[in-house]
Structure formats: structure tokens, C-alpha cells
């Protein structure tokens, strides 16, 4: 059974994740699961705001390096399923704890997320992953970051890169599909539905 948070002891919890107070967050992380009877981890994964941000993002947003360390070692010993859903949860606006980091410019923050296995890839309700935040915000250091890892991914998939990828793409009846060739300098736009 989920555990029963009150209205007020999400906010307490937000609210010290927020500021920053990983000792006060730490009395009510143990507080809560021992009353509870559930693990630290699962009171995290159910303390939400009205606008379905968690902790981690309260933490992230506000650069909270120590903060961010500590609510991810509460995911060590959790199945790995349940550390990704608490790292890629989305607010109501499908930004995750990563988006903050990264709109914000905490690029320790950055690190430690991805390091953990925080997606850089998902897209939030206006179709803007982490990197564009960052770019928007004019926080080069974490652009440049981001930047640095796809670099390293390609570097990983050798010659088979976005191939690889795109070999697993599959089409199905009624999707539009696009193709763009390039002749001299000008670029022509084909387009047909697959059906």
C-alpha cells in the first residue's frame, strides 16, 4: 500500500529539498517511513506538489548538489526500475528533475543526474529536452556538457550511430513519412502516408 502523505508533510519535505535542509529532510524521510513502514525511497516516489513536482526536482532546480546525492542514495538498494521512474518522473509540464538542473545552469547537478542514469532525451509538454533549456538560458557550460556526452555515445556506436538507430524505427499504416534530399544548395521536401 502506497504510504498515507498529508498535504503538509509532502510540503515539509518539498520545502527542505528546496532550501537545501538535507538534515531536515533526512529526520523526515525517516520519520515518515518508519511511521509508514516502507523504505525512505518509497515516501520520495509518492511526495508530489500540486503541479506533480518532486523533491528532486525542488533540489535540482536550486543547484542543491548534497541535497540531489542524498535523495538519489536513497534509490541504491530500490530496483533499478524504481530509481528510473523517481529520476524521469515528469511535473505536470513533463519536465523532469534534469530539465531544472539543466534551465537553471547546475551543471554539477547535471552531472551527478545523468551520471545516474537520468534520460537526457525526454521532451517536455513544449517538446524541449534538458539541452534546449539549457541553450534557451544561456548556460553554455551545461550545453557544452551535453554536447560532450552525445559526442561520446557516437564514439560508443561506432559506425552503426543514428543507422543503428534508425534501423529500429518501425512505420505502420497512416504515418506520414518524410524524406529531404538535397540538391545543389536547395533542399526538397518529399512526403507521402505510408498506408
Given at each position: 500500500m502506497a504510504p498515507q502523505l498529508s498535504e503538509d508533510e509532502v510540503d515539509d519535505l518539498i520545502y527542505s529539498a528546496r532550501t537545501g535542509e538535507k538534515d531536515d529532510l533526512t529526520t523526515f524521510l525517516t520519520a515518515l517511513a518508519e511511521r509508514e513502514k516502507t523504505s525512505p525511497a518509497e515516501i520520495l516516489s509518492c511526495a508530489k506538489d500540486e503541479g506533480k513536482s518532486t523533491c528532486l526536482h525542488m533540489a535540482a532546480a536550486n543547484g542543491h548538489l548534497e541535497t540531489v546525492s542524498l535523495l538519489l542514495n536513497q534509490f541504491a538498494s530500490r530496483p533499478q526500475e524504481e530509481k528510473q521512474a523517481f529520476l524521469d518522473f515528469p511535473n505536470e509540464y513533463g519536465n523532469t528533475g534534469l530539465h531544472w538542473a539543466a534551465l537553471s545552469g547546475h551543471l554539477p547537478v547535471?552531472?551527478?543526474?545523468?551520471?545516474?542514469?537520468?534520460?537526457?532525451?525526454?521532451?517536455?509538454?513544449?517538446?524541449?529536452?534538458?539541452?534546449?533549456?539549457?541553450g534557451f538560458n544561456e548556460k553554455f557550460d551545461v550545453v557544452d556538457y551535453f554536447l560532450a556526452q552525445s559526442g561520446m555515445l557516437e564514439k560508443e556506436n561506432g559506425e552503426e550511430g543514428l543507422s543503428g538507430a534508425?534501423?529500429?524505427?518501425?512505420?505502420?499504416?497512416?504515418?506520414?513519412?518524410?524524406?529531404?534530399?538535397?540538391?545543389?544548395?536547395?533542399?526538397?521536401?518529399k512526403g507521402g502516408v505510408l498506408g
Amino acid at each position: 500500500m502506497a504510504p498515507q502523505l498529508s498535504e503538509d508533510e509532502v510540503d515539509d519535505l518539498i520545502y527542505s529539498a528546496r532550501t537545501g535542509e538535507k538534515d531536515d529532510l533526512t529526520t523526515f524521510l525517516t520519520a515518515l517511513a518508519e511511521r509508514e513502514k516502507t523504505s525512505p525511497a518509497e515516501i520520495l516516489s509518492c511526495a508530489k506538489d500540486e503541479g506533480k513536482s518532486t523533491c528532486l526536482h525542488m533540489a535540482a532546480a536550486n543547484g542543491h548538489l548534497e541535497t540531489v546525492s542524498l535523495l538519489l542514495n536513497q534509490f541504491a538498494s530500490r530496483p533499478q526500475e524504481e530509481k528510473q521512474a523517481f529520476l524521469d518522473f515528469p511535473n505536470e509540464y513533463g519536465n523532469t528533475g534534469l530539465h531544472w538542473a539543466a534551465l537553471s545552469g547546475h551543471l554539477p547537478v547535471v552531472k551527478l543526474l545523468v551520471e545516474a542514469g537520468a534520460s537526457v532525451a525526454i521532451a517536455n509538454d513544449k517538446n524541449y529536452v534538458p539541452l534546449d533549456l539549457a541553450g534557451f538560458n544561456e548556460k553554455f557550460d551545461v550545453v557544452d556538457y551535453f554536447l560532450a556526452q552525445s559526442g561520446m555515445l557516437e564514439k560508443e556506436n561506432g559506425e552503426e550511430g543514428l543507422s543503428g538507430a534508425a534501423g529500429g524505427v518501425e512505420l505502420e499504416d497512416g504515418d506520414e513519412v518524410r524524406e529531404e534530399v538535397v540538391e545543389g544548395e536547395e533542399v526538397v521536401e518529399k512526403g507521402g502516408v505510408l498506408g
